[in-house]
């Protein structure tokens, strides 16, 4: 079946510019998370959506950052007045979240360029 | 705080030969995870670990979680090219929790001919 999917795949954007990044998860999935990932380094939990239930938001570095999430389906995650030092690739995962079914699924990404 | 560490962090290795990638966690945790990523790719994944003493293998890797030592180790046999990846391992922030994934900072394989 479909994966996760994420768009656009790279964004280049000029400083100052709010740039909306999108995430579509796996059907039925429960949970989305968000990810970043700067170049060479590993992943940093940026915020996790599960169900209704209010967003964990406490991964987020700054209040420019922000994310929605519709039901269980689309989120978006926001960055306003970017900065340089958000370019990373921005990876969404999703899972299921039933007793013994953890795993994320991970998208393909979103490189995101700040110049 | 939960820490992640991996080692090495760069492996080269020939093809043919054997090398383990180990991974330390600071906190207690039920469960380990470990990825792949190719170069500008996403991750992949490739184990989940789920109790003491869990091994699990798949061709040339081999992955096994030892609890009480709060270490997880990624075995290569006779490692291939096509091995050449970055791996990481991840452990969740709680006991029990399963969001919030903290990973390792990875290890870059490069398997030569």
């Known amino acids: 079946g479909a994966g996760v999917s994420q768009s656009p795949s790279n964004k280049v954007t000029e400083k100052g510019k709010d740039v909306e990044l999108r995430c579509d998860p796996i059907s039925g999935h429960t949970a989305l998370y968000w990810y970043r990932q700067r170049l060479g380094q590993g992943l940093e939990f940026l915020i996790y959506f599960q169900g209704n239930s209010a967003p964990d938001k406490s991964g987020l570095p700054s209040d420019r950052f922000s994310a929605e999430r519709t039901g269980e389906s689309v989120s978006t995650l926001t960055i306003q007045r970017t900065q340089q030092e958000d370019s990373a690739v921005y990876l969404c995962?999703?899972?299921?979240?039933?007793?013994?079914?953890?795993?994320?699924?991970f998208g393909p990404g979103t490189r995101l360029t700040v110049t | 705080e939960l820490k992640v560490e991996q080692n090495p962090l760069f492996l080269s290795m020939q093809e043919g030969k054997n090398y383990t990638i180990y991974c330390n966690y600071s906190t207690t945790s039920d469960r380990l995870y470990w990825y792949r990523q190719d170069p500008g790719k996403s991750l992949e994944s490739l184990f989940v670990l789920l109790s003491n003493g869990a091994v699990k293998q798949e061709g040339r890797l081999m992955a096994s979680l030892d609890t009480k030592a709060r270490l997880s180790t990624l075995h290569i046999t006779a490692a291939v090219h096509d091995l050449s990846a970055t791996y990481f391992c991840a452990v969740p922030r709680a006991p029990g929790a399963t969001n919030k994934l903290i990973f390792g900072t990875g290890t870059l394989l490069a398997v030569q001919p």
């Open positions: 995962a999703s899972s299921l979240e039933l007793a013994g079914k953890y795993e994320q699924y």
